[in-house]
Nanobody, 117 residues
Framework: QVQLVESGGGLVQAGGSLRLSCANS????????MGWFRQGTGKEREFVSS????????YYSNSVKGRFTISRDNAKNTVFLQMNNLKPEDTDVYYC??????????WGQGTQVTVSS
């Protein structure tokens, strides 16, 4: 069973930084893509960023482009999200996801990010 575990969330002031990590603690697998989504109370889950496991192509939502950076450690099946210049509107629960082929097959439990103004 694949088990994605996020870490690194917390409380930070506006303008600050956090680094999220997502590691697979379960059955070993090779994803085709890994990424981050976020969801606030009463809101739909929205795409934040993703990275292709082979080739390393990265993708960002317009709201985080230029502030967030996604990266990966292939050997450890770990993906990171460096979040800089955080804004109060970035406050959400952040979820890690992994896909094999098309779509997203596995999800983490989420980590809370709170940005105070």
């Amino acid at each position: 069973q694949v088990q994605l575990v996020e870490s690194g969330g917390g409380l930070v002031q506006a303008g600050g930084s956090l680094r999220l990590s997502c590691a697979n603690s379960g059955r070993t697998f090779t994803p085709s893509i890994m990424g981050w989504f976020r969801q606030g109370t009463g809101k739909e889950r929205e795409f934040v960023s993703s990275i292709r496991w082979s080739g390393g192509n990265t993708y960002y939502s317009n709201s985080v482009k230029g502030r967030f950076t996604i990266s990966r450690d292939n050997a450890k099946n770990t993906v990171f999200l460096q979040m800089n210049n955080l804004k109060p509107e970035d406050t959400d629960v952040y979820y890690c996801a992994a896909g094999i082929g098309s779509g997203w097959n596995y999800w983490g439990q989420g980590t809370q990010v709170t940005v105070s103004s």
